[in-house]
T-cell receptor, first 119, second 113 residues
Framework: EPEVTQTPSHQVTQMGQEVILRCVPI?????FYWYRQILGQKVEFLVS????????KSEIFDDQFSVERPDGSNFTLKIRSTKLEDSAMYFC?????????????????FGAGSRLTVL | KQEVTQIPAALSVPEGENLVLNCSFT??????LQWFRQDPGKGLTSLLL?????REQTSGRLNASLDKSSGRSTLYIAASQPGDSATYLC????????????FGSGTQLTVLP
C-alpha cells in the first residue's frame, strides 16, 4: 500500500537554528499538508499546498515557516529560526480528491511524523 | 470556523466491556469524518472513514456512525481489550478548495485487564 514517508524521524536542534523537515507524499496525490502536535495537545493544521502554491495556512504558520515542493516528489517544511515552542511532532499528509480509497475519495494519508526537539 | 469536540476526554473500562466514544462538530459542510488511533508518542493510525453521504462504517470490533445534520459521530468498540488502550481522535474534512482536516482533542482510553 502506498505510504507517505517523513524524514528525519527525530531531530534535536538548538534554538535559533534552521530546520528542514522532509516528506515524500504518495505519487499521484495533489493536496499536501503539514500538521503539528505539541506534546499533550491537539493535532493542529499548519498549511495546505495545492497546484504548487499554498492554498490555506493557519495563524501558527507565520513568517518563520515556509513550504516547498522543490522537485515534484519531495514536500518540505522549513522553520527558519527555531524557538523552544516549536518542539512538537510534525505530520505530513497527502490526498488525491479523486482517490478511490476504501470509502471513496478525499482520504488523507499521514506519514509517521517527525519529532522536533528544540533545546 | 470548524470546531471538533470529543467527550469524554478520558475513559477507563474493564476488559470485555463495550464502549462508545463521542465526537461533535459545528459545521456540517464536510466531505467526510475520520477516526484515528494514536499510541503515546506515535503517529496517527486511521481506523475508519465515513463519507458525508454514509451513515456508518464497520471494521472488525469497531463501528462508527455519522449524523451529519446534528454534527455528531460515535465510535463503538465491542468487547474491549487491553490492546485497545490508546488515544482516539476524530477529524472532519471541511468542504471547499482547501479541504482542511480539523481534529478533536481526543479521548484517552484505558482498558484494564
Amino acid at each position: 500500500e502506498p505510504e507517505v514517508t517523513q524524514t528525519p524521524s527525530h531531530q534535536v536542534t538548538q534554538m535559533g537554528q534552521e530546520v528542514i523537515l522532509r516528506c515524500v507524499p504518495i505519487s499521484n496525490h495533489l493536496y499536501f499538508y503539514w500538521y503539528r502536535q505539541i506534546l499533550g495537545q491537539k493535532v493542529e493544521f499548519l498549511v495546505s499546498f495545492y497546484n504548487n502554491e499554498i492554498s490555506e495556512k493557519s495563524e501558527i504558520f507565520d513568517d518563520q515557516f515556509s513550504v516547498e515542493r522543490p522537485d515534484g516528489s519531495n514536500f518540505t517544511l522549513k522553520i527558519r529560526s527555531t524557538k523552544l515552542e516549536d518542539s512538537a511532532m510534525y505530520f505530513c499528509a497527502s490526498m488525491n480528491p479523486r482517490d478511490r480509497g476504501q470509502s471513496g475519495a478525499n482520504v488523507l494519508t499521514f506519514g509517521a511524523g517527525s519529532r522536533l526537539t528544540v533545546l | 470556523k470548524q470546531e471538533v469536540t470529543q467527550i469524554p476526554a478520558a475513559l477507563s473500562v474493564p476488559e470485555g466491556e463495550n464502549l462508545v466514544l463521542n465526537c461533535s462538530f459545528t459545521d456540517s459542510a464536510i466531505y467526510n469524518l475520520q477516526w484515528f488511533r494514536q499510541d503515546p508518542g506515535k503517529g496517527l493510525t486511521s481506523l475508519l472513514l465515513i463519507q458525508s453521504s454514509q451513515r456508518e462504517q464497520t471494521s472488525g470490533r469497531l463501528n462508527a456512525s455519522l449524523d451529519k445534520s446534528s454534527g455528531r459521530s460515535t465510535l463503538y468498540i465491542a468487547a474491549s481489550q487491553p490492546g485497545d488502550s490508546a488515544t482516539y481522535l476524530c477529524a472532519v474534512l471541511r468542504r471547499g478548495s482547501a479541504r482542511q482536516l480539523t481534529f478533536g482533542s481526543g479521548t484517552q482510553l484505558t482498558v484494564l485487564p
